[in-house]
């Protein structure tokens, strides 16, 4: 009775905080990455062309003109399920654009996209990293050699895999309550069931063969993380039967949840290839990256002598707290 008592405090004291956090909203998969392309459709005249991902705030900052050129149209907006579409038009008063040209994508952001079609020839894409206050494009970049364009291309989605599983929360959640429901070889074999899952999932879907609404896919997704939740605060042998193969169908999840953030990139079919493989393979890292962080402290707390009992109550209250915020995050999603 006391023990059950202690575990109903933990779930109240976690419920009360994690009310007081702005947990992830509805639709938390999209990586921040914004695409622009820059046209010439007159004598100096310009329009510039922009998929932002679905963030209001995205479209409050117009960006950043050089000195001589004036916004002659728009801006206008568009928004979309997976992203906001904007356009405007800008003269810069009879003076072409030039190399030693820049402008300011003054949109907070992973980085952005950039291509032009100007009269003089359409430039290939190029990657400009962003910070907290946007990207800076220049121009004159646009007309480098590309000879690295693969790797650039490569490097960035790379990290960008990385740091959208060590940031999406409910994956993390999710990849926490395996290593507390398995441990060694079992383990590994249920983390790979959920790496073959959601690799192919992602795949299949930012090939275009899978169309499920993002919607739906989020709660699931947070869904599965309440159901392990309560599978780590199980006993026995029985913890998590058909361990491998329903780790796998939650991996299928996931890897829509994945597939939503890659598209929502606004990737293009110049950089796809290269983008999903390295994007994939930037998830596998982090997500190996975690599990070896959580069984190195698990290891740790055994190596300094830890009694079992406290080890139990440590899990108990992890498993706890993922199981409540798994259900507020469902609850959340689906309203």
């Known amino acids: 009775m006391?023990?059950?008592?202690a575990r109903w405090h933990v779930v109240l004291l976690v419920l009360a905080g994690s009310l007081l956090i702005d947990a992830a909203p509805a639709q938390a998969h999209e990586l921040g990455v914004v695409r622009a392309r820059?046209?010439?459709v007159g004598p100096a005249l310009y329009a510039l062309e922009a998929r932002l991902p679905p963030i209001p705030e995205f479209t409050s900052q117009l960006p950043m003109l050089p000195a001589?050129?004036?916004v002659s149209g728009g801006p206008t907006i568009q928004a979309r399920p997976a992203w906001i579409d904007m356009r405007m038009e800008f003269d810069c008063r009879g003076s072409r654009l030039t190399g030693a040209d820049?402008?300011?994508l003054q949109w907070p952001n992973h980085g952005a996209f950039f291509s032009a079609e100007l009269r003089t020839g359409s430039t290939p894409g190029r990657f400009f990293a962003g910070y907290e206050q946007g990207a800076i494009v220049t121009l004159s970049a646009l007309t480098e050699s590309d000879e690295r364009g693969a790797t650039e291309i490569g490097r960035h989605?790379?990290?960008?895999?990385?740091e959208h599983i060590l940031t999406g929360w409910d994956h993390l959640a999710f990849v926490l309550m395996l290593c507390l429901v398995a441990a060694g070889w079992r383990l590994l074999g249920l983390v790979s069931a959920f790496t073959a899952g959601h690799s192919l999932t992602l795949a299949l879907a930012a090939l275009g063969f899978v169309h499920v609404p993002a919607a739906p896919v989020e709660a699931a997704i947070a869904l599965s993380v309440a159901f392990l939740a309560r599978e780590a605060l199980r006993e026995g042998e029985d913890t998590l039967r058909h361990g491998a193969a329903l780790v796998f169908g939650f991996g299928l999840l996931h890897g829509l949840g994945f597939a939503s953030a890659l598209q929502a990139s606004g990737i293009a079919r110049a950089e796809f290839y290269v983008g999903l493989l390295t994007f994939n393979l930037g998830v596998e890292i982090g997500q190996l990256m975690f599990v070896a962080l959580v069984v190195g402290l698990a290891a740790a707390g055994h190596l300094a002598g830890m009694a079992q009992g406290p080890r139990r109550t440590i899990s108990a209250a992890a498993a706890y707290a993922v199981g409540v915020l798994g259900v507020y995050w469902t609850l959340q999603r689906t309203l």
């Open 157 to 162: 989605y790379l990290l960008l895999g990385i």
């Open 38 to 40: 820059l046209l010439e």
């Open 102 to 104: 820049t402008i300011a």
């Open 2 to 5: 006391e023990m059950r008592r």
């Open 68 to 70: 001589r050129c004036r």
